[in-house]
């Protein structure tokens, strides 16, 4: 009976004036989103690709110098596209991918592509992603908002229950051929996903599994919108009071929920602004001594003891320049004080995002928002780690400068002494860790979670429909 029904629903939803036209424009935008993402993916690792050779280059040309001068000059970290972002950009649009490195100073990604583009573009870029969490809900309630408000508006409801079929067994026929219905859809997605992916010149070796678990996700989600459309047009006794009521809960779950969710994880967990942020670092770092000055007074212990440990009495008796040591100790101690500040900083923003994943009980699209930047290797996890990596790579730069400096510049004639600029090409480029699996899913599960209740509670709730009219 549940396969007559459904094949019955399909009939009628395929004959429906508006089904082609909505398969065609939804073909359309996937198709728009497939192309744009994969021309722009392959145009920003081509242009990385560029300006890492060009930094190479330049950085390989330098002429004769001393270290310091060199550690100033400084060099560039590239963070590369997530391993899907070509499905779903998430920050890296908004966060930026190019870090400066530098000598005493730690800088923040830059040359964000939304920073150049107008508010009304920064509302949401087109993406696979964004189509199939905002757009394909909206699909499926303009498929489905009528499956069964139909049945009580034009009287047929009471002459159907009236043959012995349960409004259940109608309800779960009529989800499946509406499941049926939505089906080129999901095709139609998996093509252009495939072609967006398959573009990518160095794919992940887990690419496979990132993609099996955004179709898990897109599943479950597709699901929750399909039986939560099902559920309130039996609810309804007219077509455009169930519409009325599913496009209400599609602005609220997906426009004003995240936008509410954002603004009070931010007012609970609220972060210091770029300037302030730079400031108490300096203020701090100012404070243990200025690197720059051999004999500042906050190096005394410093300097005692290690005059003590190579067994001389002057700075100027030791083995090595005392200078450069300083430099080095005052990045150390540098490093230090930026790696607990941003760990304050990087701790608070992972509380906004988690305070924002409490809010995708509310709302199946949030979740699935959330857990295709993961799988994409484009969420805030990855962009901090990223940073992380780009720090750690600058501290062992500055200070493989200041070996040079401690080891091949006398501290009697330090500021006259150059260097041999063959010493710049033994200098390694910096080389991102690619983000694992495990580590862009830790912290999903309660994501996974509300998604299968989404899933799950409409079909429990369809089972309890009452065998009569309401």
Do not use: C
């Not at 909505?22 to 198709?31: E, G």
């Amino acid at each position: 009976m549940i396969l007559a029904i459904a094949a019955n629903e399909l009939r009628l939803l395929l004959r429906r004036r508006g089904y082609g036209l909505l398969v065609f424009l939804f073909l359309a935008l996937l198709v728009a989103a497939a192309a744009l993402n994969a021309h722009r993916q392959s145009r920003d690792r081509s242009t990385q690709l560029s300006l890492q050779q060009l930094v190479r280059e330049q950085w390989e040309s330098q002429p004769d110098r001393h270290p310091h001068r060199v550690a100033h000059y400084g060099t560039f970290a590239f963070k590369p596209p997530g391993p899907l972002a070509a499905i779903d950009p998430g920050v890296d649009g908004f966060a930026g991918r190019v870090q400066f490195l530098e000598a005493h100073r730690q800088n923040a990604a830059n040359f964000a592509e939304a920073g150049t583009l107008s508010s009304a573009f920064r509302l949401g870029e087109l993406s696979l992603a964004l189509i199939l969490q905002l757009i394909l809900p909206l699909a499926i309630i303009a498929l489905g908002h009528r499956t069964f408000a139909d049945e009580a508006d034009s009287g047929r409801l009471p002459l159907l229950l009236a043959t012995g079929t349960s409004r259940r067994t109608l309800a779960f026929g009529k989800l499946l051929g509406l499941a049926a219905a939505t089906t080129p859809l999901l095709l139609a997605a998996a093509t252009a996903t495939f072609f967006a992916t398959a573009s990518d010149p160095a794919p992940s070796v887990d690419t496979p599994a990132r993609l099996a678990l955004i179709a898990l996700a897109l599943a479950l989600h597709t699901l929750a919108w399909l039986g939560l459309t099902v559920w309130i047009s039996a609810r309804s006794s007219t077509p455009p009071h169930a519409l009325a009521v599913l496009v209400a809960f599609w602005i609220v779950g997906n426009l004003l929920l995240p936008r509410a969710a954002g603004a009070l994880a931010a007012r609970l967990h609220p972060l210091p602004d770029k300037s302030s942020f730079t400031a108490a670092v300096e203020t701090d770092t100012r404070a243990l001594g200025d690197s720059h000055n051999p004999r500042d007074p906050l190096f005394d212990t410093f300097r005692t003891e290690t005059l003590a440990r190579h067994g001389v009495s002057r700075v100027e008796d030791l083995p090595v320049n005392w200078g450069a040591l300083v430099m080095a100790k005052g990045e150390e101690l540098g490093a230090l004080t930026f790696a607990r500040h941003f760990d304050t900083l990087g701790r608070r923003m992972l509380a906004q995002a988690a305070f924002v994943d409490h809010a995708s009980t509310l709302s199946p699209s949030l979740g699935f928002r959330r857990l295709t930047t993961a799988a994409a290797g484009t969420d805030l996890r990855t962009h901090l780690a990223f940073q992380r990596e780009a720090e750690a790579y600058r501290y062992a730069f500055i200070q493989q400068l200041n070996a040079l400096h401690r080891d091949k510049v006398a501290y009697a004639i330090d500021r006259s002494v150059r260097l041999s600029s063959d010493h710049w090409a033994r200098f390694a480029d910096f080389q991102p860790s690619p983000p694992t699996l495990s580590g862009s899913f830790a912290g999903t599960l309660p994501l996974w979670l509300s998604l299968v209740l989404w899933a799950l509670v409409p079909l429990l709730l369809l089972t309890r429909l009452r065998s009569h009219a309401p």
